[in-house]
C-alpha cells in the first residue's frame, strides 16, 4: 500500500464566507492502493457450493448433513425423516438426550450404536404408515367426510364406535410419545418417521395446539412438510384431538402462553 500526495480541494460555503469575500479551503490526504499484489475475491456462487463442514479435535473435516426434512421445532425440540450413517456428525452436534420414533420396525443397528456411543435414549412409538387409493385422500375422502359430518352433525374419532374411514392414526400412541415430547428431562430431542412427514406431522401439531396454536397455523406447518401429500385425515386427527388431559402438564417452550 502506498500513500500519495495530499490534495488541496477548494471550495466555499455561504454560511461560512468571510465579509471580505475570503475563500475557504480544506487540506484532504488521499490514499492509493497498489493493488498488483491483492487476490480477488472468489466468486459468490463458489462461496454456496462449498460443503459444510466442521473440524474434529483430531483435525478431521466432518461433513454435517441433517436427515431429510429437518427443522427445528422449539427449544430443545428437533423433527426430521429417519436418520441414517451419514446424519451422524450433524446429529452429534445437537447434544441429544433422547429420540422419538414413530416407525414400528426394529431400530436399525447402526442406529443403536449410534445411540449407546452418544447416550442418546430411544423412545419408540410403533405407528404404521397407511396409504390411500389415488386420489381418495383430497377429493373423494373430504365427499365422504363433509357428508358424514352433515347426516351425524359431529365427528367421532377413533376411541368411539365409529371410525373415520381410511385412518390408522392410534390415539393413545401419539398421546403417550407426547408426555415423553413435553419432559424437558428428555430435551435435546429428536422426532423422526420414515419420511418427517405424516406421523411425525401429527405429533408436533398435537403439540402446537398445547401451545394454543390456531388450526390454520397448525395445519399450514404440518403443509410445509407434507407439501403434496398432505392428508386430510391427518389435519382432521389433529383438530379433534383433545388436549384436556394435559393442561397440568407444565410448559415452557419459546412459542408457549400461558
Not at 475557504?24 to 497498489?34: C, G, L, N, T, W
Not at 445411540?115 to 386420489?135: D, E, H, T, V
Amino acid at each position: 500500500m502506498k500513500l500519495i500526495e495530499k490534495t488541496m480541494n477548494k471550495f466555499t460555503k455561504a454560511e461560512e464566507e468571510e465579509d471580505d469575500g475570503s475563500e475557504v479551503f480544506q487540506s484532504i490526504e488521499v490514499a492509493k492502493v497498489d493493488q498488483s499484489n491483492v487476490s480477488p475475491p472468489p466468486p459468490l456462487a463458489d462461496a454456496f457450493a462449498t460443503p459444510l463442514v466442521e473440524v474434529s479435535a483430531a483435525g478431521e473435516e466432518l461433513n454435517l448433513i441433517p436427515p431429510l426434512n429437518f427443522a427445528m421445532v422449539d427449544n430443545g425440540i428437533f423433527r426430521s425423516g429417519f436418520p441414517d450413517v451419514s446424519n451422524f456428525s450433524f446429529l452429534k452436534t445437537l447434544g441429544l438426550r433422547s429420540i422419538i420414533s414413530l416407525c414400528p420396525d426394529a431400530y436399525p443397528e447402526n442406529n443403536m450404536q449410534f445411540l449407546k456411543s452418544n447416550g442418546i435414549k430411544l423412545f419408540q412409538f410403533g405407528i404404521k404408515g397407511y396409504k390411500c387409493p389415488p386420489g381418495l385422500e383430497n377429493e373423494v375422502w373430504l365427499h365422504l367426510w363433509n357428508s358424514k359430518c352433515q347426516k351425524e352433525g359431529s365427528y367421532t374419532n377413533a376411541n368411539s364406535k365409529t371410525s373415520e374411514p381410511f385412518v390408522n392414526i392410534p390415539d393413545h400412541k401419539i398421546r403417550e410419545a407426547l408426555k415423553v415430547l413435553l419432559d424437558e428431562k428428555n430435551h435435546p430431542l429428536l422426532i423422526h418417521c420414515n419420511r418427517g412427514k405424516h406421523r411425525t406431522g401429527c405429533l408436533v401439531g398435537c403439540m402446537r395446539k398445547l401451545q394454543k396454536w390456531c388450526l390454520t397455523s397448525i395445519f399450514d406447518e404440518y403443509q410445509r412438510f407434507a407439501a403434496a401429500k398432505a392428508r386430510v385425515s391427518d389435519q382432521r386427527f389433529m383438530e379433534l384431538f383433545d388436549v384436556s388431559n394435559f393442561k397440568q402438564i407444565p410448559m415452557s417452550f419459546s412459542c408457549s402462553s400461558s
